[in-house]
């Protein structure tokens, strides 16, 4: 793996944070440096306390990508998507994380941390973090996704 970005923003409610623990881990074994915006227990919480900021420091710049979890990636792709600037892709497989960046620039992934498995997560988040954005026809496309 590359590495090509080093500091990895990771959030997460209580349906994701067995998740985003097994993927910092992965991670830091990596040789990333992981930025953990929480849960840090798996008592439940509310989602877009933990996923708010995370995005909103993507939106202002600081981190150029994060991933996100929750139960289904729903919840947590839909607060992120509030934000100016952020393109979060729920995502389910390898595939669909590689076409989030080389098609849409996604800038978080957004993974359903109680419907696949761990290490299938690890795989897309290697994907997602080394994947460029084609351009192109599709840099016209993303630019009209803001309103
Ligand atoms: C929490 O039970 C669950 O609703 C949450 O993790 C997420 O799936 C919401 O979209």
């Known amino acids: 793996m590359t590495n090509k970005h080093k500091l990895i923003p990771l959030a997460s409610d209580h349906g994701g944070f067995e998740m985003k623990s097994f993927l910092?881990?992965?991670?830091?074994?990596?040789?990333?440096?992981?930025?953990?915006?929480?849960?840090?227990?798996?008592?439940?919480?509310?989602?877009?306390?933990?996923?708010?900021?995370?995005?909103?420091?993507?939106?202002?710049?600081?981190?150029?990508?994060?991933?996100?979890?929750?139960?289904?990636?729903n919840g947590a792709q839909l607060a992120a998507n509030k934000h100016k600037g952020v393109r979060a892709a729920l995502c389910w497989?390898?595939?669909?994380?590689?076409?989030?960046?080389?098609?849409?620039?996604?800038?978080?992934?957004s993974l359903p941390g109680r419907f696949i498995s761990f290490e299938l997560a690890w795989e897309m988040v290697q994907v997602f973090l080394n994947t460029d954005f084609e351009g192109g026809r599709h840099e016209q496309r993303v630019k009209k996704i803001e309103i």
């Open 24 to 73: 910092a881990e992965k991670l830091r074994a990596a040789g990333y440096e992981v930025v953990d915006f929480g849960t840090n227990s798996p008592e439940s919480v509310d989602y877009p306390d933990m996923i708010h900021p995370l995005a909103d420091a993507i939106a202002y710049g600081k981190y150029p990508l994060g991933v996100i979890m929750c139960g289904s990636g």
């Open 93 to 109: 497989d390898v595939e669909l994380a590689r076409l989030a960046r080389e098609h849409n620039d996604a800038n978080i992934l």
